[in-house]
């Protein structure tokens, strides 16, 4: 004996209710961690200086070697420091910025005259230094 139910299913409604249940919990993800996920941590106002440099933006760098026979690089080319003042100002357009690289042993005198130059050049400088390894 063969039993037919006397009701007869929609499919339409219980996919409609599937879908709809599925948008609605998408939203409120979304509207739920947005408020979580943009917002992280504590608003936090910096201190004002005079000081601080702002962000380096592809800066030109100058590299000083260390020893009896110091050299100073600029793009991958050793410079005489006399004429390193017109190579940065024939760079001008590029930036306003030049990171000094210098060895542990290079001479301070020579680091200081780069750095003059830099400036009368009108770029700002900065010193870029390493902490020794720990032991």
């Known amino acids: 004996m063969r039993l037919e139910s006397t009701v007869r299913w929609n499919g339409a409604p219980t996919l409609a209710a599937g879908a709809a249940t599925v948008l609605l919990l998408l939203v409120f ?11 992280p941590g504590t608003a936090l106002e910096l201190p004002s200086s005079r000081f601080l440099l702002p962000a380096m933006r592809n800066p030109l760098i100058v590299s000083v070697t260390g020893g009896a026979g110091a050299s100073v690089y600029f793009e991958d080319r050793v410079v005489d ?3 390193l003042g017109e190579r940065l100002s024939s760079r001008r357009a590029v930036s306003r910025q030049v990171v000094i690289k210098a060895d542990r042993d290079a001479p301070l005198a020579l680091v200081a005259q780069i750095t003059e130059l830099a400036l009368a050049e009108g ?3 900065a010193l870029a ?3 020794p390894p720990q032991p």
């Open 29 to 39: 993800y979304i509207l739920i961690s947005g408020s979580y996920l943009l917002q």
């Open 81 to 83: 420091p006399a004429q």
């Open 123 to 125: 770029f700002s400088v």
């Open 129 to 131: 230094a390493a902490r």
